[in-house]
């Protein structure tokens, strides 16, 4: 069985960067696509990001394009999300999350996924 469990998030200026990352034990990060959501108080979770399970294909929100890089930390099991520009329309809880297929990239959409870590907390200030 899976475990996903995030950390790296914190408070950050406007402007600042922070690094996610989502470490998982069970099984190997590399057979299974990894997406990135976050949700703010009174908004639907939305997809910020996600890392294919072959060729390191990604996909990325168009709110975070050309801010945002996801990718693979083999040696630890992890993905990693750096977050650059911080807006504070970033304030969000993250959550990373897995599908229970492997080799199978599910989309967008947060109800395809299966496995999901805890939620690290994201606060940007001006």
């Known amino acids: ?3 996903l469990v ?3 998030g914190g408070l950050a200026q406007a402007g600042g960067s922070l690094r996610l990352s989502c470490a998982a034990s069970g099984r190997a990060t590399d ?13 639907e979770r939305a997809f ?3 890392i294919g399970w072959s060729g390191d294909s990604t996909h990325y929100a168009d709110s975070v394009k050309d ?3 996801i990718s693979r930390d083999k040696d630890k099991n992890a993905v990693l999300l750096q977050m650059n520009d ?3 329309e970033d304030t969000a809880a993250y959550y990373c999350a897995a599908p229970y297929i492997p080799k199978w990239y599910p989309g ?3 109800k395809d996924y299966d496995h999901w870590g805890q939620g690290t907390q994201v606060t940007v200030s001006s």
């Open 1 to 3: 069985q899976v475990q």
């Open 6 to 8: 995030e950390s790296g």
């Open 31 to 43: 057979t299974y696509a990894v997406a990135w959501f976050r949700q703010a108080p009174g908004k």
């Open 48 to 50: 910020v990001a996600a």
């Open 67 to 69: 801010r945002f890089t």
């Open 86 to 88: 911080l807006t504070l």
């Open 108 to 110: 967008t959409q947060w």
